[in-house]
């Protein structure tokens, strides 16, 4: 199979999911993939994909799909939290 560009942000499925951007973060699921935040455009949820899986990814709010990875936001305190 051919590797269809569809981790490129703006990208939306045929199930009307969204890519938004790549988290940077490693796929927990699938080895060498990266986690990126996906939103549904019918109902706004929000949810990690590993970018294998973006073209079929169904919403976990309203479409019966999986939960998706865990998403983590790759914000500038990378060397984790500060304190409690
Ligand atoms: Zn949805």
Same mark, same amino acid.
């Given at each position: 199979m051919a590797r269809f560009p569809s981790t490129?942000? !703006?990208?939306e499925n045929r199930? !009307?999911?969204r890519v938004i951007a790549?988290?940077?973060f490693a796929s927990e699921t699938f080895p060498g993939q990266t986690v990126y935040r996906m939103r549904c455009v019918h109902c706004g949820h929000e949810y990690g994909s590993n970018?294998?899986?973006i073209h079929l990814r169904r919403c976990? !709010?309203?479409q019966d799909g999986v939960?998706?990875?865990r998403l983590?936001?790759? !914000?500038p305190g990378l060397f984790g939290a500060m304190g409690d």
């Open positions: 490129t942000p !703006g990208f199930n !009307g999911q790549s988290t940077g970018g294998y899986d976990p !709010g309203h939960r998706g990875e983590r936001e790759a !914000g």
